[in-house]
T-cell receptor
Framework: GQSLEQPSEVTAVEGAIVQINCTYQTSGFYGLSWYQQHDGGAPTFLSY????GLEETGRFSSFLSRSDSYGYLLLQELQMKDSASYFCAVRDLLAHNSGGYQKVTFGIGTKLQVIP | DGGITQSPKYLFRKEGQNVTLSCEQNLNHDAMYWYRQDPGQGLRLIYY???????QKGDIAEGYSVSREKKESFPLTVTSAQKNPTAFYLC???????????FGSGTRLTVV
């Protein structure tokens, strides 16, 4: 099966940098995604890492180390609107009669609170 | 604008009644998914469909049913067999080779 671990809560100051870690265990790892969800809202896709290294998108960066089964999301120049839950999600190849389906399993989410 | 629409946003039902949640997308995405979200448990996959007239069970399919008669639509029925149906239900879609999901705004179902 698959399992993911990420911290349940993180608090950081406006303007600062915060890193949200994610470790995973899967049988057929294919890639790691990150999603943002504001309270009561829909998750929105932030980034995807299929290869080792850093992916940068504006103030957000995501990192993957396949050998360590570890990734992180880095948020820079934090703003109050960044207060939300952040989910890591593992893309995992599952053998299936239809020819293979890359299932996505989500972590429980990290609630980030940005304070003034 | 393209997107994925879930309706209704809030739904109340009496215990023992079946209820159907709507999900429609105009993104021309091949794959559609239903997730359930409970506090502290992240998102759990209920059903998914990669093509029309085909769908597969996810991790927690018991007590749920789906259909995929059109590419744009993937309704979810919560049956009376689902023992704990009160939850936030999220529908998502993606291309088969796209690594990012587009989610709908969700339906919060409360069974009393």
């Amino acid at each position: 099966g698959q399992s993911l671990e990420q911290p349940s809560e993180v608090t950081a100051v406006e303007g600062a940098i915060v890193q949200i870690n994610c470790t995973y265990q899967t049988s057929g790892f294919y890639g790691l995604s990150w999603y943002q969800q504001h309270d009561g809202g829909a998750p929105t896709f932030l980034s995807y890492n299929g290869l080792d290294g850093l992916e940068e998108t504006g103030r957000f960066s995501s990192f993957l180390s396949r050998s360590d089964s570890y990734g992180y999301l880095l948020l820079q120049e934090l703003q109050m609107k960044d207060s939300a839950s952040y989910f890591c999600a593992v893309r995992d190849l599952l053998a299936h009669n239809s020819g293979g389906y890359q299932k996505v399993t989500f972590g429980i989410g990290t609630k980030l609170q940005v304070i003034p | 604008d393209g997107g994925i629409t879930q309706s209704p946003k809030y739904l109340f039902r009496k215990e023992g009644q079946n209820v159907t949640l709507s999900c429609e997308q105009n993104l021309n995405h091949d794959a559609m998914y239903w997730y359930r979200q409970d506090p502290g448990q992240g998102l759990r996959l209920i059903y998914y469909s990669q093509i029309v007239n085909d769908f597969q069970k996810g991790d927690i399919a018991e007590g749920y049913s789906v259909s995929r008669e059109k590419k744009e639509s993937f309704p979810l029925t919560v049956t009376s067999a689902q023992k704990n149906p009160t939850a936030f239900y999220l529908c998502a879609s993606s291309m088969l080779d796209n690594y990012g999901y587009t989610f709908g705004s969700g339906t919060r179902l409360t069974v009393v």
